[in-house]
Antibody, heavy 122, light 107 residues
Framework: DVKLVESGGALIQPGGSLRLSCEVS????????MSWVRQAPGKGLEWVSV???????YYTDSLKDRFTVSRDNSKNTLYLQMNSLRAEDTAVYFC????????????????WGQGTLVTVSS | DIQMTQSPSTLSASVGDRVTIPCRAS??????LAWYQQQPGKAPKLLIF???SLESGVPSRFSGSGSGTEFALTISGLQPADSATYFC?????????FGQGTKVEVK
């Protein structure tokens, strides 16, 4: 069974830092493309990043200077390091697998975690 | 960036109705479009990819159509379990972008 479990969400003051984790079971993350997607309260979905099997990561432009993705292959866990947090970063953060079985699926999120809530407020 | 527009934001229909949810891209995305269903408090669930290909396990009452800039998700025979918010997403180019969602209410 495929399972993605995010953790690390918290209430944090503006300017602070936070690291989210996404522990995966059912597939090996370094053989798959992995993404972070966020959703502000009551709003739509916003793609944050994608990490390819080679380890290279692409970010949405507005976040690339503050957010960094890493992974620990031995723990099959993906991380999102978030720095200089702002009120507008308040959201539920989901990790998701990006299907790479075929070229027409690259960019499609086929497995999702339940999300972890980050609240940036003083 | 490619903007995805979904309107209306809310749609109300009765059990058994045929419901069509539109999605428009700000420029041509060919057929690189996916649809997701999100129940309140839950993660999104993939329904359709490549505009019209049904994800495994998704009921056949869901179907997708379109190309270029105009797309639609159709639910044929609306069920109470279909009460949810539906998002379209383009994956033709970075940044991958989503529509703002259409909430379907089942009367």
């Amino acid at each position: 069974d495929v399972k993605l479990v995010e953790s690390g969400g918290a209430l944090i003051q503006p300017g602070g830092s936070l690291r989210l984790s996404c522990e995966v079971s059912g597939f090996i993350i370094n053989f798959n493309y992995m993404s972070w997607v966020r959703q502000a309260p009551g709003k739509g979905l916003e793609w944050v990043s994608v990490t390819y099997t080679a380890g290279n990561t692409y970010y949405t432009d507005s976040l690339k200077d503050r957010f960094t993705v890493s992974r620990d292959n031995s723990k099959n866990t993906l991380y999102l390091q978030m720095n200089s947090l702002r009120a507008e970063d308040t959201a539920v953060y989901f990790c998701a697998r990006v299907n790479s079985d075929r070229s027409d699926l690259e960019g499609v999120f086929d497995h999702w975690g339940q999300g972890t809530l980050v609240t940036v407020s003083s | 960036d490619i903007q995805m527009t979904q309107s209306p934001s809310t749609l109300s229909a009765s059990v058994g109705d045929r419901v069509t949810i539109p999605c428009r891209a700000s420029q041509s995305i060919s057929r690189w479009l996916a649809w997701y269903q999100q129940q309140p408090g839950k993660a999104p669930k993939l329904l359709i990819f490549r505009t019209s290909s049904l994800e495994s396990g998704v009921p056949s009452r869901f179907s997708g159509s379109g190309s270029g800039t105009e797309f639609a998700l159709t639910i044929s025979g609306l069920q109470p379990a279909d009460s949810a918010t539906y998002f379209c997403q383009q994956y033709k180019s970075f940044p991958w972008t989503f529509g703002q969602g259409t909430k379907v209410e089942v009367k």
